[in-house]
């Protein structure tokens, strides 16, 4: 403070308490700044969580199809070999 500190119970000018609320104010504007960036951090990385899990479900169910089609070309060839080997 302009004056200087005072301590609990002492006598604080009207300039002094002005400049020591502008200050907390300042601090609080500050803080709050901080905060507002590290919630729109936030909001960016829960965006990408979602694109994330978008994009695993649709490589799961890729990787099913892939399956599926192995196993039915699997058992096409082992049909198609068990024939084969019936009829020598």
Do not use: W
């Not at 300039?15 to 020591?20: G, K």
């Not at 198609?80 to 009829?87: K, T, Y």
């Amino acid at each position: 403070m302009a004056g200087g500190d005072v301590t609990n119970g002492g006598r604080v000018s009207q300039r002094d308490l002005y400049e020591a609320i502008l200050k907390q104010n300042d601090e609080r504007a500050d803080m709050e700044r901080r905060l507002m960036d590290k919630l729109a951090i936030l909001h960016k990385i829960e965006a990408k969580v979602c694109r994330n899990e978008e994009e695993i479900e649709k490589l799961r169910t890729r990787s099913n199809v892939a399956d599926l089609a192995i196993a039915i070309g699997a058992l096409i060839g082992t049909a198609v070999s068990a024939v084969i080997g019936n009829q020598k």
